[in-house]
């Protein structure tokens, strides 16, 4: 089946610097990916719908300058939290639809120290 | 209104047991309806998905949908304790993406 892959799984930064977290699909082309944003004991939060080769759409409440999504293939996305602090902190899953179908990422947990 | 509304629970359950997993959701022109079990620190894995009004059946897995009620529920047939995990309720946006409720924790005792 389709595979949708995240890289790192594991992440630790200190305040003030940025991450990026890659997603990428394997075996399948996608051209929009979706990220999003789970905290302990809660639900995934959709954060942006990224489209390759435009801008990203951004749901209401998400700082678009503060995450930014590049979707420069029909592959691979990326998401860097820039300026990271301890608040954003958080378990970040990305998402594909191939063959009909939404896969997910295995997950990158960000912590802020 | 959450778009997508679960109990958090803990539901518990005793093996061998029917657990039932109940969801209800806003926006009535939703088409498509997934459920997915997601396990501490992992993603989210697809158990089954609906779109017509019914019963839909895999295995142990029975995904019921009602849409005048705007109601979507899941029974699990004889719960093993490998099924303790977060069960999502998830619905089809408008833009093709996928909106989560809050899951319902499941424990199967053995």
């Known amino acids: 089946g389709a595979v949708v892959s995240q890289h790192p799984s594991w992440v630790i930064c200190k305040s003030g610097t940025s991450v990026k977290i890659e997603c990428r699909s394997l075996?399948?082309?996608?051209?929009?990916m979706f990220w999003y944003r789970q905290f302990p004991k809660q639900s995934l939060m959709l954060m942006a719908t990224s489209n390759e080769g435009s801008k990203a759409t951004y749901e209401q409440g998400v700082e678009k300058d503060k995450f930014l999504i590049n979707h420069a293939s029909l592959t691979l996305s990326t998401l860097t939290v820039t300026s990271a602090h301890p608040e954003d902190s958080s378990f970040y899953i990305c998402s594909a639809r191939g063959a009909g179908e939404l896969f997910f990422g295995e997950g990158s947990r960000l912590t802020v120290l | 209104q959450k778009e997508v509304e679960q109990n958090s629970g803990p539901l518990s359950v005793p093996e061998g047991a029917i657990a039932s997993l109940n969801c209800t959701y806003s926006d009535r022109g939703s088409q498509s309806f997934f459920w997915y079990r997601q396990y501490s620190g992992k993603s989210p894995e697809l158990i089954m998905f609906?779109?017509?009004?019914g019963d839909k059946e895999d295995g142990r897995f029975t995904a019921q949908l009602n849409k005048a009620s705007q109601y979507v529920s899941l029974l699990i047939r004889d719960s093993q304790p490998s099924d303790s995990a977060t069960y999502l309720c998830a619905v089809n946006g408008f833009r093709n993406d996928m909106r989560f409720g809050a899951g319902t924790r499941l424990t199967v005792k053995p």
């Open positions: 075996d399948f082309q996608a051209t929009t």
């Open positions: 609906i779109y017509s009004n």
